[in-house]
């Protein structure tokens, strides 16, 4: 029984993973079309890469000079060279692949929630009416704590959401975490604090959706 369910949590784990890499080609393809995932009547995106890009590009500098050295140092053995060039290109696709699907998926305010996304692995749908706080807050280093989860962008969150009810949030290998308190980055945090106390209020009040912004 044991042997049955670590195969099982296995297969559940490569299953995501594959997931996983299929969903940062999809969105390297929207990245190329200058397109982005969520938009739509009633729904407001709130993008949250800008401080991401400098970093990433830094990295994939590094993986691509990495790639060449080591087939310079590598050509004398071409089956090593073969399985450490299929890698190297591997990293540099996974690292673009990340920063364009953090482009394309932005959080969204929609009628009845807040969806807090980030790269491929974080989409955390929030309902207004759990939303007991919301307050701008830049926050550059986070502990980890009981309830709290924070969905950085190099390593800062602007925003910290708090809630009167705990929501369940699947960590990128299937597992349920209750959070109470989410703190995420958001390129323009005033706007984004703004329009999700409009979207809290209008919600309690029954007031209907928020209007789609002017333009």
């Known amino acids: 029984m044991d042997r049955r369910v670590g195969v099982a949590g296995v297969v559940s784990v490569g299953g995501r993973l594959v997931r996983h890499e299929l969903r940062l080609l999809g969105c390297l393809a929207l990245w190329v079309a200058r397109r982005r995932q969520g938009g739509g009547p009633g729904r407001t995106l709130f993008p949250s890469a800008r401080g991401l890009g400098a970093v990433m590009f830094g990295f994939g500098f590094v993986c691509v ?23 190297d290109v591997y990293t540099v696709f996974f690292v673009v692949g990340l920063y364009a699907a953090a482009v394309v998926r932005p959080h969204v305010l929609e009628p009845g929630a807040v969806r807090i996304r980030y790269a491929g692995h974080v989409d955390l749908p929030i309902p207004l009416e759990l939303i007991a706080g919301v307050r701008r807050e830049l926050l550059l280093t986070h502990g980890k704590a009981e309830g709290v989860l924070n969905v950085d962008v190099a390593g800062q969150t602007s925003v910290t959401v708090e809630l009167a009810e705990p929501v369940t949030h699947l960590t990128f290998l299937g597992r349920a975490l209750p ?34 912004p002017p333009g």
């Open 65 to 87: 000079v990495e790639t060449i050295v080591m087939s310079l140092l590598l050509s004398r053995w071409p089956t090593v060279h073969l399985v450490v060039l299929v890698v």
């Open 179 to 212: 959070v109470r308190t989410v703190r995420v980055n958001a390129d323009d945090p005033t706007a984004f604090v703004r329009a999700l106390n409009d979207a809290v209020t209008r919600a309690r009040s029954g007031s209907g959706p928020v209007p789609d």
